[in-house]
């Protein structure tokens, strides 16, 4: 039996509109005959088979102003959960759902007809492409078709074994107008994935997600992306989806090292690249490995680690043995007090009754400026 878990996240904001002379593709099913294709970084480069162009415009508004986005493999388990929760949205506008089936092998496509039928019947209109290629493109594969078939004005993601709460789309929608360049989130620990909103014009703009297939966080690297191009994200504080972990989730084939690679260069890129002398807080294992990981020219700007832990600052210093120098560097241990910003905090938080955060406190130091968070 497979036990899955479930937590509320929150909903992130919206991009830009799309000009008025712009307009998508016709609804309807759309079939691929694509094997996976690698496509840069940031903008996928699979085409899609042309269909025929339709005014978005109907009296002078966009024709559909949210695309639900759901990726679909091998999701029959969770579908009849997931679909019934886009029928229960109390959203008043109009909305479709753009369901892109990548080779799947199960009845998810018997299901997804099922419930088209009665999806449309409530006025929802969905739209249907499919891959019949032997092999699934992946995650970011399928996420950038149902994205190109829609053609909303905003993008609600939704993976397959998920469940929107009633009242998501309404909330993240009147959200994303205040703040057009943003991405929204709702209530929850990580800005995940499967609760982001966004406008159609913000998603082009950034770009489309990675190609490469399995093993590609495609969602972290589309929000550095984002965050690259001035972007923001925003909350929604309330829980508006639940999100489940099972083991077949395609979360489940990222590895950790490689999610921490992306970090770490991430890190580099937009912050240390700005500093000429910073301190770890954590002497400790990932305080370490934070530092074996940063590039030589930034592990020369670490001046010091601080900590509270008094058989660590007794030791005075941490010796980088894997140093390909021959005098192997020795980095100060101090206590949090003597440390000076600005700081790269690796310490978890909420997991020390909040005596970290108080001691974080005392220092009256700004986060954004004089510290962040890494961990």
Known sequence: MDVSETVCQEAGKSPPLLPDDVCANDPGLVKHDHSHSSSSPFFGNTELQPVAPFNRKAGGECRIQVSV?????????????CLKSVLDQDYQGSIELSVFN????????????????????AGIQVILGE??????????FAKNHAIDQSSGEYLCFLDSDDVMMPQRIRLQREANIKYPRSVFTSHGPTVIMPTWFCSREWFYLVGRFNEEGKGTPE????????LRKGGEVFRVDECLLLYRYHAQAATNTVLEETIWTHRVLFLEERILSNWTSFTIWNA???GRKLFRSLSPANQNKVTAFCDVDKNKITKGFYTYEESKETSKPRIPILHFKEASPPLIICVK????????????????LKEGVDYYHFN
């Open 219 to 226: 969602d972290l690297l589309f929000f550095y992306e984002h």
């Open 284 to 286: 400790g294992k990932q």
């Open 349 to 364: 938080l909420d997991l020390t009754d909040g005596q970290f955060e108080e001691n974080l406190s005392l220092l009256n």
């Open 102 to 121: 990548d080779s799947s092998t199960d009845n998810s496509i018997n299901i997804i007809k099922k419930w088209q039928i009665l999806l449309e019947e």
């Open 131 to 140: 891959n019949y290629s032997t092999h699934p493109g992946g995650v970011g």
């Open 69 to 81: 986005i759901m990726p679909v493999y091998n999701a029959e388990s969770w579908l009849d959960e």
